[in-house]
């Protein structure tokens, strides 16, 4: 993203990319150009990499679910897409993380970086789709 022009770009925290307070505007045509350009070295390729395996999304609504029963309000079921929605409007979450055809969006009413968050994490895995 760096090298196409997004220079203030952050590096992932383990929890996905944080573009929140960076002043990014995810809506800027040179950060559509760029994204596009890098999203197929998302872990995983991206979403396009493979289509989710009935399985595999199954275990991404079980993880869903699991993060709400454990206090994380809003906690989003995947998206099940081989490309970035283009309704998808990005200012709106403080991570997207994709990867076996399936998209994770965490919405910027969650704190991924709360006590909370991190203990619903280790005991449902949603990252671990």
């Given at each position: 993203?760096?090298a196409h022009g997004?220079?203030n ?11 929140a307070?960076?002043g990014?505007?995810?809506?800027a045509p040179?950060f559509?150009?760029?994204q596009k350009?890098?999203?197929?070295l ?6 396009q990499?493979h ?11 079980r ?8 206090g994380i309000?809003g ?12 309704t998808l409007?990005q200012?709106?979450y403080?991570?997207i993380?994709a990867?076996?055809g ?11 970086q ?6 619903a994490?280790?005991?449902c ?5």
């Amino acid at each position: 993203m760096r090298a196409h022009g997004v220079t203030n770009f952050p590096d992932p925290d383990g929890h996905g990319i944080n573009i929140a307070g960076t002043g990014i505007n995810p809506q800027a045509p040179s950060f559509q150009a760029a994204q596009k350009a890098c999203f197929k070295l998302m872990p995983g390729g991206g979403p396009q990499s493979h289509p989710a395996s009935a399985q595999e999304i199954r275990q991404a609504d079980r993880a869903a679910q699991c993060m709400r029963e454990h206090g994380i309000t809003g906690y989003p079921d995947p998206i099940i897409s081989q490309a970035l929605p283009t309704t998808l409007n990005q200012a709106n979450y403080s991570s997207i993380s994709a990867g076996g055809g399936m998209i994770i969006a965490i919405p910027r009413s969650i704190n991924e970086q709360s006590p909370a968050f991190a203990k619903a994490a280790k005991a449902c895995n949603p990252r671990g789709v």
